[in-house]
């Protein structure tokens, strides 16, 4: 007897394939759905057509239908446009939290539920708990393969629907049930980036939304030192691209984004991985979303990241009046940026997350 109607967002990824071989085996009636969420203009290697065709084997090989959808037009309007108009304003937006909030755990959850389902499933690696009545998003047992970072924006309705196969796994593992099962992507390589850029360089892929417009490239204390193709393809901290040589009367040391001046389109630099001008311990929020629909106290503390595989770091959080957040930290934070985004955390219990607004640290301009 089956334990109920799922269906699986398969990826043409191994965590997605054997999220949907672990359901099958617990008795679920599974069905796989691929989503195709880009329309790639052929100048650069997406792997759309690829993670098709193994999508389609590994369902083939599972004995299980599947389902195909188009949300290309809604990653466009809800995910595309505004990673552009981000980048445009001199942000770096995350575009994988706002595609699990639009797409997979929104256009994706609506199609599985017009398709008869009781519940939904992916490959990410994530924990769903239920503690006095309210649905809970918890770390993966996995810790280097933890997401729910890009999970913080699911609330109760979304995590009453969902299932996480992989949550108490770890990668190793995944790729020997994938391997003892022939699936052929045991050994498929781990996507990694942003998958409409794929294969093809960042900034190259921008300029043909975002025309290159060059500018003076310059040191803390107003120095130009060089140019820029767009302050926009930039990122604080990044070192990887600035194409700065030896400059007169300064050491052979490397160089790192530490500002970006939009209005006169200056991006400014300095030498140090640990600059005092990517130091900041305060940050200012947009308004926050609660997974539990409500933040634990107006004033707690807790841990956070404010990027991907951070260590937790220690804060106190201040929820203001209009939901935004005050957050101080115990420890200066190195390049805490603009547009991405602040996750909180309980121990493994993720509490949710908002937009980094700005941080306290200090702007060359002050100098130009």
């Not at 990410?124 to 239920?130: D, F, N, P």
């Not at 990027?307 to 200066?332: H, I, M």
Request: hydrophobic fraction near 35%; charge should be negative.
């Amino acid at each position: 007897m089956s334990a109920g109607k799922i269906i699986v967002g398969v990826s043409g990824g191994v965590d997605s394939s054997v999220a949907a071989l672990c359901l099958k085996d617990a008795g679920f009636e599974v069905t796989g759905l691929f989503m195709q969420n880009w329309n790639d203009d052929g100048s650069g290697d997406c792997r759309a057509e690829d993670d098709r065709r193994d999508a389609v084997s590994v369902c083939g090989a599972l004995g299980i239908p599947i389902r195909f959808r188009d949300f290309s037009r809604e990653y466009w309007d809800g995910v595309f446009q505004h990673f552009l108009a981000e980048y445009a304003a001199g942000r770096t937006p995350n575009p994988d939290v706002l595609c699990n909030r639009e797409i997979k755990f929104k256009h994706f959850l609506d199609a599985a539920r017009e398709l008869g389902a009781e519940a939904i499933a992916t490959g990410h690696y994530a924990r769903v708990w239920q503690r006095n009545g309210k649905f809970c998003l918890l770390r993966a047992v996995d810790r280097s393969k933890d997401q729910s970072y890009f999970l913080h924006q699911l609330g109760q309705a979304q995590l009453a629907f969902t299932r996480f196969p992989l949550g108490e796994m770890h990668k190793d593992e995944v790729r020997k049930i994938a391997a003892m099962h022939s699936l052929r992507t045991a050994d498929k390589k781990d996507s990694t980036g942003i998958c409409f850029i794929g294969e093809r360089d960042f900034r190259e892929f921008l300029s043909h939304y975002l025309p290159s417009q060059p500018g003076d490239m310059r040191t803390p204390d107003g120095a130009r030192i060089g140019e820029h193709p767009g302050v926009f393809y930039y990122t604080l901290g990044q070192r990887e691209g600035l194409n700065i040589g030896g400059v007169r009367g300064r050491p052979q040391a490397p160089w790192f984004v530490v500002g970006k001046d939009v209005q006169r389109n200056i991006l400014y630099v300095d030498q140090g991985h640990d600059s005092p001008w990517l130091q900041s311990t305060t940050l200012q929020s947009e308004a926050a979303h609660w997974i539990a629909g409500a933040p634990p106290a107006q004033h707690f503390t807790c841990t956070a990241q404010t990027r991907y595989r951070q260590p937790d770091e220690a804060c106190e959080v201040t929820v203001n009046s209009d939901g935004t957040l005050s957050v101080r930290f115990e420890r200066a934070q190195r390049a805490v940026t603009p547009g991405q985004s602040l996750v909180l955390y309980d121990g493994d219990n993720c509490l949710g997350g908002a937009v980094i607004h700005s941080t306290n640290a200090p702007f060359p301009t002050l100098f130009a």
